[in-house]
């Protein structure tokens, strides 16, 4: 756990969801969009995602402002084949048309053991972990994957082509919360650079290239014309290159080069597509084991190996103590909230 910030103040998650709701109601959304968004960024926050937390706010609000989104968008959603939904966000954002979407995807995962939602025309600016639990704690297996602006340079290239490309994944098990990842195929996450360049300090060798394609530890420099790398070199691109054929080519949405949005000034999200596909684990297993207690065991080998810490362990802890003690926020955070007209 970090440590505490000097002069933070402790809010409960439900006052910081109200008092976010407030803010995106103010710069254009509805208020079910509003909801969505606000329970979506504080639920980051709640679980020490600060990269995609409160952090995000000041994007938000410029994007709305700058008309690249619609934060009042009506997603349409259409069942195209006996495990396909897809979802047009209509240029909203992706969570209110993943909510739109939802119950015609379970419906087909509980008749069919699997379905898979595509959604585009979509703009997500969140953590991708929170799309895929829920899935998980209704005993689901969840994948989800999403494109975003160019800022990866493909292995051996010199330009950027992918996005971050963050995979996600989620699934059940049988003492605990569920076992969830989310990682960047980037060799950092874009959030997390900007979080270091705000904060001027390094990031570790081997993150990113300036604009003359040298490598740097300068956060800044990564994020001001040059480019990150992806993680473990040719297998990191090709996984970003996977994902950017499951979240544009089957979606219909841009590739992450085609996101262009130099004629909204202030606009930060990228207009793109998110996969999701969910597995039914225990359809048709009769006579296997239950699926729960087998990833149990595997994760009682993976103890016994000497792994301490699962994936998902830390957001986990964290989600405890800040429900019990109320989120930590520091003066900054409090202040931005009040500039962006928040009243906590």
Known sequence: ??????????????????????IFE?????????????????????????????????????????????????PVVEDVAPGFVRVDAQNGFTQPALAAGRALLIEKVRTNGIAIIA????????????????????????LAFINSMAVVVPHGAKAAVFGTNPIAFASPRADGPPVVFDMATSAMAHGDVSLAARENRPVPPGIGVDSAGQPTTDAAAILGGGALLPFGGHK????????????????????????????????????TGETIIVIDPNRGNSGLAPFAARVEELIGEMQEAGQERLPGDRRQAARRERLREGIPLSPAAIAMIEELGGHL
Do not use: Q
Not at 238 to 266: K, N
């Open 1 to 22: 756990m970090k440590k505490p910030v000097p002069g933070a103040r402790r809010v409960p998650f439900d006052r910081l969801i109200e008092c976010l709701t407030g």
């Open 26 to 74: 103010r710069h254009g959304c509805s208020a079910s969009v509003a909801a969505i968004l606000a329970e979506n960024c504080a639920s980051a926050e709640r679980d020490a995602a600060e990269s995609h937390g409160l952090f995000r706010m000041p994007g938000y609000v410029s994007t709305l402002r700058s008309g690249w989104v619609d934060g009042r968008a009506l």
């Open 119 to 142: 959604i585009r025309n979509s703009h997500h600016f969140a953590a991708l972990s929170l799309d895929v639990e829920p899935f998980a704690s209704e005993g689901f297996v969840a």
């Open 236 to 271: 990191g691109s090709a996984i970003a290159m996977m994902i950017e054929i499951l979240c544009a080519a089957i979606v219909g949405s841009r590739f992450s080069y085609e996101v262009d949005w130099s004629s909204h000034p202030g606009a930060k999200t990228p207009n």
